[in-house]
């Protein structure tokens, strides 16, 4: 299973914010999406997940081209997005925030598997404390596993260690790795952490203004390689 884009562009109003952007993402694996502020990459995940529609160029999941459809439909294709900044809903419960995923799933389909308690067991123990109250590092914990519910085929995560302590940052590497290891999942990654994206990414995409300006497997590149291609 792969998601593919090919020659992806995307405006906000007269600004061109992606230039052709082509991209492999295989399942059983890690892709790294790295730059600098400002360089294209959440609205390149935008643009994947139909929260923001792009201007030009195709999406490809398992040999089938997606049009241009709207979120609700990329995540029933199985396309699953972890935004910057959680968005969980802070009045509803952890359990309810978790059963929005619901909405894009057969009604046959609508529980929570075991798996998300035992990747989160603080989800479980807080299941009907409400996702506001949760610290910031336990809401990136929902936003994952809500994302999860949706058994997705693409995982689009948007800078998942921004302002998370070093524990849960950990756990959520843990996590990760357990999901490319099940082999049935592509995982798309953004993320600045550099050490974080090193240690998971099976391969590399730099963006620079836009535009793919290095990209692939980690056997080939070297860590100083990467790292300067990034700071640039």
Same mark, same amino acid.
């Not at 459809?69 to 910057?84: F, H, I, S």
């Not at 809401?139 to 809500?146: K, S, Y």
């Not at 082999?183 to 535009?211: C, K, N, P, S, T």
């Given at each position: 299973?792969?998601?593919?884009?090919?020659?992806?562009?995307?405006?906000?109003?007269?600004?061109?914010?992606?230039?052709?952007?082509?991209?492999?993402?295989?399942?059983?694996?890690?892709?790294?999406?790295?730059?600098?502020?400002?360089?294209?990459?959440?609205?390149?995940?935008?643009?994947?997940?139909?929260?923001?529609?792009?201007?030009?160029?195709?999406?490809?999941?398992?040999?089938?081209? +997606?049009?241009? +459809?709207?979120?609700?439909?990329?995540?029933?294709?199985?396309?699953?997005?972890?935004?910057?900044?959680?968005?969980?809903?802070?009045?509803?419960?952890?359990?309810?925030?978790?059963?929005?995923?619901?909405?894009?799933?057969?009604?046959?389909?609508?529980?929570?598997?075991?798996?998300?308690?035992?990747?989160?067991?603080?989800?479980?123990?807080?299941?009907?404390?409400?996702?506001?109250?949760?610290?910031?590092?336990?809401?990136?914990?929902?936003?994952?596993?809500?994302?999860?519910?949706?058994?997705?085929?693409?995982?689009? +995560?948007?800078?998942?260690?921004?302002?998370?302590?070093?524990?849960?940052?950990?756990?959520?590497?843990?996590?990760?790795?357990?999901?490319?290891?099940?082999?049935?999942?592509?995982?798309?990654?953004?993320?600045?952490?550099?050490?974080?994206?090193?240690? +998971?990414?099976?391969?590399?995409?730099?963006?620079?203004?836009?535009?793919?300006?290095?990209?692939?497997?980690?056997?080939?590149?070297?860590?100083?390689?990467?790292?300067?291609?990034?700071?640039?």
């Amino acid at each position: 299973m792969m998601l593919r884009t090919e020659n992806l562009t995307l405006h906000y109003g007269g600004s061109q914010i992606l230039h052709g952007i082509d991209l492999a993402a295989e399942a059983g694996q890690v892709t790294c999406v790295m730059g600098t502020n400002g360089v294209g990459k959440t609205s390149l995940l935008k643009a994947l997940a139909g929260t923001h529609p792009r201007s030009g160029g195709e999406i490809e999941l398992d040999g089938e081209r +997606l049009g241009r +459809l709207p979120a609700q439909a990329m995540a029933r294709k199985g396309l699953a997005v972890v935004p910057q900044g959680r968005m969980i809903f802070p009045l509803l419960s952890v359990r309810e925030n978790l059963e929005t995923g619901f909405a894009c799933l057969p009604r046959s389909e609508h529980r929570i598997p075991d798996e998300i308690f035992e990747l989160f067991p603080v989800l479980a123990e807080m299941s009907h404390r409400r996702g506001g109250d949760l610290s910031g590092g336990q809401q990136q914990q929902l936003a994952i596993a809500r994302a999860m519910i949706t058994r997705p085929k693409v995982l689009l +995560l948007d800078e998942p260690t921004e302002g998370i302590q070093p524990n849960i940052i950990q756990q959520i590497g843990r996590v990760i790795r357990h999901l490319r290891d099940r082999g049935d999942m592509a995982i798309i990654l953004v993320e600045q952490y550099f050490d974080f994206a090193w240690d +998971l990414a099976d391969r590399f995409y730099v963006l620079r203004r836009g535009e793919v300006a290095l990209s692939g497997a980690r056997a080939e590149t070297t860590r100083e390689a990467l790292r300067q291609a990034v700071s640039v």
